[in-house]
């Protein structure tokens, strides 16, 4: 795979907000499983553990490395910086994405961090969006993620009936140099937002090359959609 720990690294923050990088989002209550008692949750358990960028394996990071990240959480989207363009094109990149049974046929476009160490997004309602520093190429065998707008300006998105796109159908994505990789959809679910794993969703199935679609859906609450589609999908031949 192309992506490495140093890249997932420096996008550490921005990888864990990609659930809201088309829409904002807004917290929730605790729910009962939540506050009952119990073992402690897997993130607090794993709370010391980081991960090495040299070698990939874990390492023990102390309570100086934990404080700099809460700092940097807590001044996320509002400290500004340069925008972190994607990285340089090395040989072939992804073109289009294509659903017949949608009638989508839509340009992929690169993206890297926006402004405020976000992971920038199109800025119109035709365009998929990828991030080649977490995502990786279709055909290196990886999990590729490709998100884009359900509406952009009050005009439907291209993902705009996403949702509607059932197990069992197909569609592809075509790279620069003319390879057309195939994909069937395994599953589309509707998650709430705040209930988006977005780790998972760009790591991918283990040991099988798949591609996730994202866009918001769900009702329009505080300046943001509530519920994220997801569309999993695996490799044709």
């Known amino acids: 795979m ?12 921005a990888v864990a907000a990609l659930g809201a990088l088309v829409w904002s989002g807004h917290p929730r209550g605790a729910t009962a ?10 993130a607090e358990q794993l709370r010391h553990v980081g991960r090495d960028g ?3 394996m874990a390492s023990w990071v102390g309570e100086g490395f ?4 809460d700092r940097q959480i807590e001044r996320y989207g509002k400290d500004e910086r340069e925008p972190v363009p994607p990285p340089p094109v090395a040989g072939s990149t992804i073109d289009a994405l294509t659903i017949a049974s949608l009638g989508v ?8 961090l926006d402004r405020f160490g976000r992971l920038d997004v199109p800025q119109d309602r035709v365009t998929a969006g990828w991030h080649p520093a977490y995502s990786d190429m279709p055909g290196d065998g990886g999990a590729t993620f490709l998100a884009a707008h359900y509406e952009y300006g009050g005009s439907p998105g291209v993902f705009f009936q996403l949702s509607s796109l ?8 075509t790279t620069t140099t ?8 395994t599953s589309t679910i509707d998650y709430e937002l705040a209930d988006i794993d977005m780790g998972a969703l ?34 044709l031949g």
């Open 2 to 13: 192309r992506r490495s720990w140093i890249a997932a690294t420096l996008g550490l923050f």
């Open 33 to 42: 499983a939540e506050t009952a008692p119990g073992p402690p949750p897997l």
């Open 54 to 56: 040299a070698t990939g």
């Open 66 to 69: 934990i404080a700099e990240r």
């Open 105 to 112: 046929a839509a340009p992929v476009s690169r993206y890297g």
């Open 166 to 173: 059932p197990p069992g159908e197909t569609f592809s994505l």
């Open 178 to 185: 003319g390879e057309v990789h195939r994909y069937l959809v």
């Open 202 to 235: 760009l790591h991918g199935r283990e040991g099988m090359e798949s591609v996730t679609l994202m866009t918001c859906s769900g009702r329009f609450v505080d300046g943001t959609y509530d519920y994220r589609t997801v569309v999993l999908a695996e490799r």
